[in-house]
């Protein structure tokens, strides 16, 4: 259970909860960037999560309930059952089934992508946000089988790129707010688990409509630690201020211990 903010006033500022049980995770500073990494039984250590100093953002919320649409296929039998129907003030895209002219690829050849790659490949500047926009617009995405991960994802210019596989993609061109917990965008509370974090996205909704044009880092970590959680708990609290290209964060909900890295511009 995550929860993704970003806001465009007169600064673009990114917040974000990471909310895991019993998975071993490290914060590791580096010049290009400050990553959340999860140690993987078989990979290692994965950054999976954070920000980068050309002013990108990697979130990736579990979405709840699962949905199967969101599995790997194989290319014989990819198929699309993705509804095409998003928010408004957003540019919806279905994932469709099989990657459009752009790509030139038929099925066989060109399954999908992973949405745990796209989202490496944009914190780890090997890709921007508009070339991950591209493949989600020409090519299925998928998550690994029986969980669906979903992109929140960011860009310097406070562009909002959301990715849930098998279901689509939103763009928002620099939106005032965009918020991102564990349901889907598309389905919102059509379909109810205990997971979903639809509380959560209230309250955190209500508190970004009282926000003014100076709205700061002090005032996303307040908005944070109001749905910080403690049974799946909050151990990563981070806001990034894009404009100034400073990220902050926490750990353990310890929101007296802030740790602070000013990038280079690049």
């Not at 007169?10 to 917040?15: E, P, Q």
């Not at 990471?18 to 010049?31: G, H, K, N, S």
């Not at 969101?70 to 998003?86: F, L, T, Y």
Request: charged share 25%.
């Amino acid at each position: 259970m995550c929860t993704s903010i970003v806001v465009n006033k007169k600064k673009t500022i990114v917040g974000w909860n990471l909310d895991i049980l019993d998975m071993e995770y490290r914060v590791r500073p580096a010049e290009e960037g400050v990553y959340i990494e999860i140690n993987d039984p078989q990979e290692g250590w994965l950054s999976l999560f954070g920000a980068n100093a050309r002013g990108d953002f990697v979130g990736m919320p579990t979405c709840w309930p699962f949905d199967t649409r969101s599995d790997p296929k194989d290319a014989e039998n990819a198929d699309d059952r993705s509804d095409p129907k998003g928010p408004e003030n957003a540019d919806a895209r279905s994932n469709p089934a099989v990657p459009g002219e752009k790509t030139g690829q038929s099925v066989s050849a060109a399954p999908g992508e992973n949405v745990i790659m796209l989202d490496i490949d944009l914190l780890l500047q090997k890709k921007t946000l508009q070339e991950i926009r591209e493949i989600a617009d020409t090519s299925p995405v998928y998550s690994i089988p029986g969980v669906t991960f979903m992109s929140a994802l960011s860009d310097g210019e406070g562009n909002v790129l959301h990715v849930i596989p098998g279901q689509g993609n939103l763009y928002y061109e620099k939106p005032e707010y965009k918020i991102l917990t564990n349901f889907s965008p598309f389905k919102q509370d059509t379909e109810k688990h205990p997971w979903m974090s639809w509380d959560r996205y209230q309250a955190a909704k209500a508190m970004l409509r009282k926000i003014g044009e100076d709205f700061d880092v002090k005032e996303c970590f307040g908005i944070l630690r109001a749905v910080a959680q403690e049974v799946c708990p909050t151990v990563v609290s981070m806001v990034y201020d894009v404009t100034e290209r400073t990220l902050y964060w926490c750990e353990n909900r310890d929101w007296e211990n802030v740790r602070k890295v000013t990038f280079a511009y690049v």
